[in-house]
C-alpha cells in the first residue's frame, strides 16, 4: 500500500492552500528550514508549549490519629528494641530520655517520639529532598517555636519527601507552602500530653540547639509569620 496515497490519485488529501511561491515545496508542500512569519517563525505558540512544562505540584497528605486521654505511651530501655506500625508514626512507646530541642545530623524516631509527647513539632526531611525545600521548611520551623526537632528521615515517600509531625498528627509535603505549614503547627503544637518545656538529656549528633522564639513556653507561636494568612 502507498502512503499517504497511491501515486495515481489526483487530488491531494491534505492540501495545502495559499502557500507562497518561495516556500513551495514539491515533496511536504512546504519547504523546511525557511522562516516566514505568516507559516513558521520558529516560536512556539502558547497552546502547544502548555504540554510539556513541567509544573511542579504541590500536593498533602494529613493524617489524624485519635489518641485517647487514658494512653501513657510505654519507655523501654536501650536494651529492648520497640518497632511501630506505622512508617511515620504520630505516637507510641519511646526511651526514657528525649532528646534536646533543635536539628540534627539523625536522630531515631524512639526518640523524638518523646519529644512530641511533650508538645514538640518535629520535621522530617528525606536526605535527597531538594535542598531548598528543605531550608525554607527549616526556617519556617526555627522561627515558629522553641520546641522543634529538625531530622533527616529515609522512609519518607519520594512523593512527599517532607514531612512535619506532631502528638497524632501528621503532614507530609511535596514541597512547602508556607500557609498550610504554618496553620498546621498553630493547630497541633504544644498538644502533647505531657506539657514540659525541659529540654531533654539526649544530644547525640545534635548539630544546632534549638533557640527561644517567643518565650520558653513557646507562648505565642509563629508570631514573626501572623502576615501571612
Known sequence: QWFPY??????????????????YDTDHGIVMGVKDPNCDDAKVYSQEVMFNLCIPMITFQKATVYVTYSYSAAHKCMD???????????????????????????????????????????????????????????????KCLYRHIITPYNLLSPEHPLALVTWGHRLEMSKVAPEIVLDFIKHHALKGPEQTAKDGQYDLMLEKH??????????????LYDFIQ
Open 6 to 23: 497511491s501515486p495515481e490519485a489526483t487530488e491531494d488529501k491534505n492540501p495545502v492552500i495559499n502557500i507562497r511561491q518561495n516556500l
Open 80 to 142: 529492648r528494641p520497640i518497632e511501630y506500625d506505622n512508617m511515620i508514626p504520630t505516637f507510641g512507646t519511646h526511651r526514657p530520655l528525649w532528646a534536646r530541642y533543635g536539628e540534627y545530623t539523625f536522630l531515631p524516631k524512639q526518640r523524638w517520639l518523646h519529644n512530641l509527647e511533650h508538645g514538640a513539632v518535629v520535621m522530617l526531611y528525606h536526605p535527597c529532598a531538594d535542598k531548598n525545600e528543605v531550608n525554607i521548611l527549616k526556617i519556617l520551623v526555627k
Open 210 to 223: 534549638a533557640q527561644i522564639v517567643s518565650d520558653i513556653l513557646d507562648h505565642q507561636l509563629c508570631k
